[in-house]
T-cell receptor, first 114, second 116 residues
Framework: NAGVMQNPRHLVRRRGQEARLRCSPM?????VYWYRQLPEEGLKFMVY????????ESGMPKERFSAEFPKEGPSILRIQQVVRGDSAAYFC????????????FGPGTRLTVL | AQKITQTQPGMFVQEKEAVTLDCTYD???????LFWYKQPSSGEMIFLIY??????QNATEGRYSLNFQKARKSANLVISASQLGDSAMYFC?????????????FGTGTRLQVTL
């Protein structure tokens, strides 16, 4: 019973590079959520996806950020042309259905932009 | 829009004592859920306890209990018999379900330090 898996756990990028963060939900979970945690702050919702569909991306920055959850494989959060302000912890969570009481969180990916 | 407020940036408690972490919320939805998560220094988010807006009784999970006062819109976390391993950040969160979407709104957190 593996939990939500995220990789890499730590990612260092230089300004202008691309960052790709991966999330494998728990087995049987088809709902994935991405959250961002800036230093010394709470988590902020970014995007909610189901397999092959973006359901709610109201928390995603309008530019440079994109997310996908393909039919096969992990969910990917992609940040193009990273800037220092993108440095944060990015958490993925999954649930088996929309009304599930719990969202199970992964360990997070800590992105550092130099 | 939903809002979660945690007014205590930091708290200290002696080992074996009880501590209350405050959380107030604001929502116009009649149906909502409230959560508490623990984030130790290692960074992962650990689910602690859940309270539904229609639940008649306060939720309890082992040493954790949630003091839910609906009229005051508060959902305080009570940790009994504190242990050194309870030292961590604690986040209160609210679940919003709108149509086909579901997301959590988090407070800014309270850093708890348990002392000998």
């Amino acid at each position: 019973n593996a939990g939500v898996m995220q990789n890499p756990r730590h990612l260092v990028r230089r300004r202008g590079q691309e960052a790709r963060l991966r999330c494998s939900p728990m087995k049987g979970h088809s709902h994935v959520y991405w959250y961002r945690q800036l230093p010394e702050e709470g988590l902020k919702f970014m995007v909610y996806l189901q397999k092959e569909n973006i359901i709610d991306e109201s928390g995603m920055p309008k530019e440079r950020f994109s997310a996908e959850f393909p039919k096969e494989g992990p969910s990917i959060l992609r940040i193009q042309q990273v800037v220092r302000g993108d440095s944060a912890a990015y958490f993925c969570a999954s649930s088996p259905y929309i009304d599930s009481l719990k969202q199970f969180f992964g360990p997070g990916t800590r992105l550092t932009v130099l | 829009a939903q809002k979660i407020t945690q007014t205590q940036p930091g708290m200290f408690v002696q080992e074996k004592e009880a501590v209350t972490l405050d959380c107030t919320y604001d929502t116009s939805d009649p149906s909502y859920g409230l959560f508490w998560y623990k984030q130790p220094s290692s960074g992962e988010m650990i689910f602690l306890i859940y309270q539904g807006s229609y639940d008649q009784q306060n939720a309890t999970e082992g040493r954790y209990s949630l003091n839910f006062q609906k009229a005051r819109k508060s959902a305080n976390l009570v940790i009994s018999a504190s242990q050194l391993g309870d030292s961590a950040m604690y986040f209160c969160a609210m679940r919003e379900v709108t149509g086909t979407a579901s997301k959590l709104t988090f407070g800014t957190g309270t850093r708890l330090q348990v002392t000998l």
